[in-house]
């Protein structure tokens, strides 16, 4: 039996890891669950998989939940209380579904526990990528990715030499609005940035396809777990999403993973690795599919994929800042405060404002986070 813990039970990776667990059932205990505020589905979460120890954001959702989950299961709140679920039991990996750089404590002290993390939360990668990585390889233990694009690479790097690869590259579907100009993405709404065409997520993450913001947090994503150059990263739009990423060797050979979209597929590999296991998501057929299309990257179409490059390059609080004020920007824009570009803008606006500072240590990414944020906000 793996004893797990996830933080960020209720969302969309998080439901779907529990779908995961439900199907192998035999194969794993459930140690810990952390939520946010969906008291209703966390309530029912905790009373089928019966965790040890469960989370919540507040006190008063603690308190509302209390008299609902079998009395053996201790309960509590806030960030502590997320720290509690990752770090506090005997769970050996934490899959680590929250959303944004909040999760970011939580993964470092269940790295801190020698716990394994199957990563679907890029932002800690990207706004503390070498703390993250330094911890994890001092503790001995794996970040196994949940990314769909990232888990197809570490398929296709799996029993290579790292020393005869000499690209990668993450395929990107474009999002909502790949196939409108930039003038055209002037008066898009809320509701249409939300319908992405292949994929089911959770509402940050869909804009964040739609900008493109999520390819450029999924490079620096790549970076520090595949220990590459950003010169050695590329990016293709492939609206089919069905080839997930690839790899080029130095013979040329060029190694891709394929498959229907569906990410219940690199969430089972995270927590089977180094196994594979049955899963009844749809077959690829490619006689079906027929044709799969490929195009270079706009970088004119896409500021916030080329910021993500820049900052990534110069380092430091950098990538913190591109984070924190897309995280606020795209909050405002979902509250409808700000339209679709002015997204960008703030990105820019607040990372051109920025000092940045090499080898941040965690107090000063929390502070470059902070401030990050309440530039973000008062723009
Ligand atoms: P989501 O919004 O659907 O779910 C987020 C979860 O985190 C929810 O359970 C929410 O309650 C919880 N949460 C948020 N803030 C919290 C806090 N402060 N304390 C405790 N819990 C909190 O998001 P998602 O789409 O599942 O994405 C989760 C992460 O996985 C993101 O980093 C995203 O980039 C990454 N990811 C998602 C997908 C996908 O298909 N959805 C694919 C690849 C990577
Ligand atoms: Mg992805």
Request: glycine share 8%; hydrophobic share 40%; proline share 3%.
């Amino acid at each position: 039996m793996k004893k797990l813990a996830i933080i960020g039970s209720t969302g969309s990776v998080g439901t779907q890891t529990l779908d995961v667990i439900t199907q192998h059932a035999d194969q794993f205990e459930v140690e810990g669950l952390a939520a946010g505020s969906n008291a209703d589905l966390f309530v029912e979460q905790v009373n089928k998989f019966r965790p040890k120890k469960a989370s919540v954001s507040t006190k008063e959702i603690a308190d509302r939940v209390r008299p609902l989950i079998p009395s053996g299961v201790e309960l509590y709140y806030g960030e502590e209380g997320l720290i509690e679920v990752a770090a506090g039991t005997e769970a050996e990996t934490v899959v680590t579904a929250i959303v944004g750089s909040a999760g970011l404590p939580a993964t470092l002290a269940a790295i801190s526990e020698g716990k394994h993390i199957g990563l679907a939360n890029k932002e800690t990668l990207v706004t503390a990528g070498h703390l993250v990585t330094g911890l994890a390889k001092k503790k001995g233990v794996s970040l196994l990715p949940v990314d769909s694009e990232h888990s197809a690479i570490f398929q296709c790097l799996n029993g290579e030499r790292m020393e005869d690869v000499e690209r990668i590259t993450l395929t990107a579907s474009g999002g909502s609005f790949r196939d409108l100009s930039r003038d055209q993405l002037q008066h898009v709404t809320v509701e249409d940035a939300l319908k992405h065409p292949n994929w089911s997520m959770g509402a940050k993450i869909t804009i964040d396809s739609a900008t493109m913001v999520n390819k450029g947090l999924e490079v620096i994503e790549a970076r520090w777990l595949f220990g590459m150059s950003f010169e050695q990263i590329g990016v293709l739009l492939h609206p089919e999403s069905i080839v997930h990423s690839f790899v080029e060797y130095r013979d040329g050979s060029v190694i891709a993973q394929l498959g229907t979209p569906d990410m219940r597929v690199p969430i089972q590999y995270a927590l089977s690795y180094p196994e594979r296991w049955t899963s009844s998501t749809k077959r690829l057929s490619l006689a079906e599919v027929g044709k799969l299309h490929f195009r270079e990257m706009d970088m004119v179409r896409y500021p916030c994929l080329r910021l993500a490059f820049e900052c990534g390059k110069i380092g430091g609080t950098a990538t913190s800042v591109y984070n924190a004020a897309n995280e606020v920007a795209v909050a405002r824009f979902l509250n409808r405060e700000i339209s679709f570009l002015q997204i960008e803008h703030i990105i820019e606006s607040v990372l051109s404002r920025h000092e940045v500072q090499a080898e941040p240590d965690l107090e000063a990414i929390k502070e470059a986070d902070r401030w990050a944020r309440e530039t973000a906000r008062s723009l």
